[in-house]
């Protein structure tokens, strides 16, 4: 009783030899739910690294606030009178499985309020459903946290290992050393196979996670991004740049709460729609300040505000929201839900080899009928020496 367990002679013997011959074998985690049935978690796993396709670009599908419930239960919120029976979170299913077929991202990024608790009786569940059409079409994904995920049968710390544990993740829970939140983690793209930049990261993806709600100041507000996160953000971003071979890559950030600094873009020049106040922390911790210095990030992506899906440019660095995506979370009726799309596309050296990013694109993707694109425009253009 009071021994140390030992595995079975026979079980390490067996994985000593298929480690010695070098031959492939695969861990299956299984997760049991408060119900008693058992599901498997990370059967599939996606090729890494990361990378351009052949044709010189990496396309990027962004799914902000699906706020997914309890699937054909749980009714939609902000939607023509006309259109309410029957409309559930399988709405929300249909779309991103359409979006998925028509753009075929090559990474899906769900940034936030990716469930809405109160109504996600069993958060595992809700998620396997919410996340199901990634793992469908074998795409890897990476996920972070809302204010509202940690809200149903699992704390922010249980969340995000949950999610990295699922098939296709390429989630992660957090870097080496302390650091605030969970979900703080960075992707590298390299180039195309075949390529001079195959073996190198040519797009730097960071993520983040912007909190739930807190108090500062005596009153109870939005999260925000922290020091510590600040300081591995720049970390990683410095190593990145110094290991780079192709002269510097370009950087993209995803978190869900959008910093105060994008209030002052009211009526100013954007590209898409600014419909409701923007809801950040009262606190600001120096995010904008930071990504200046650092100079690789050319774009911020967040969602939160679902009637907002404007690109803004604040000193050089844009800020888009991804605008609502899930039929469950508030909406407008008559305004369609919606996807972002983020397109790399690399440069073309001599002799027609791909060399760098030359340029960063972005639209969106409407729930209608022909799934509408709208607002393409350029983020950012590698200056021509």
Not at 230 to 247: K, P
């Amino acid at each position: 009783m009071g021994g140390k367990r030992r595995f079975p002679v026979f079980i390490v013997l067996a994985l000593a030899c298929l480690i010695l011959l070098g031959t492939p074998f695969r861990w299956e985690i299984m997760w049991r739910s408060d119900r008693g049935d058992v599901r498997r978690l990370k059967k599939w796993s996606s090729d890494l690294p990361l990378r351009f396709r052949s044709d010189g670009t990496f396309k990027i599908l962004q799914v902000a606030d699906m706020h997914y419930g309890a699937g054909k239960r749980t009714g939609c919120e902000g939607v023509p009178p006309s259109q309410l029976a029957g409309c559930s979170d399988l709405n929300t299913t249909q779309f991103l499985r359409r979006i998925i077929s028509a753009e075929k991202p090559d990474l899906v990024v769900f940034s936030g309020d990716n469930i809405f608790g109160p109504s996600a009786p069993d958060a595992a569940q809700s998620l396997l459903q919410a996340l199901a059409p990634a793992m469908e079409a074998g795409i890897p994904w990476a996920a972070i946290l809302g204010n509202h995920d940690q809200e149903s049968t699992m704390t922010r710390a249980e969340v995000m290992p949950f999610l990295s544990r699922l098939d296709y993740s390429v989630s992660q829970v957090n870097p080496p050393g302390p650091i605030d939140g969970f979900g703080n983690y960075n992707l590298e793209v390299r180039g195309a196979a075949d390529s001079e930049s195959a073996n190198t990261s040519v797009l730097n993806l960071y993520l983040l996670d912007s909190g739930d709600r807190e108090m500062f100041n005596g009153s109870l507000t939005y999260g925000w991004i922290k020091e510590s996160q600040l300081r591995w953000l720049h970390d990683t971003s410095r190593h990145l740049q110094g290991s780079s071979t192709v002269g510097g890559a370009p950087g993209l950030v995803f978190f869900h709460i959008p910093i105060p600094e994008v209030r002052a873009l009211r009526g100013k020049e954007i590209v898409g729609e600014f419909q409701q106040k923007v809801s950040c922390s009262s606190a600001n911790s120096g995010v904008l300040r930071m990504l200046i210095s650092m100079g690789d990030v050319k774009a911020v992506l967040t969602g939160h505000d679902h009637l907002n899906d404007f690109c803004g440019e604040i000193s050089s660095v844009w800020f888009c929201y991804g605008g609502g995506f899930g039929y469950h979370g508030y909406g407008k009726a008559g305004w369609p839900r919606r996807a972002r799309v983020i397109q790399a596309e690399l440069r073309r050296g001599g002799g027609g080899s791909w060399l760098g990013v030359e340029r960063l694109r972005t639209w969106k993707r409407l729930d209608d009928g022909a799934l509408t694109s709208i607002d393409d425009q350029l983020l950012w253009e590698e200056a021509r020496r």
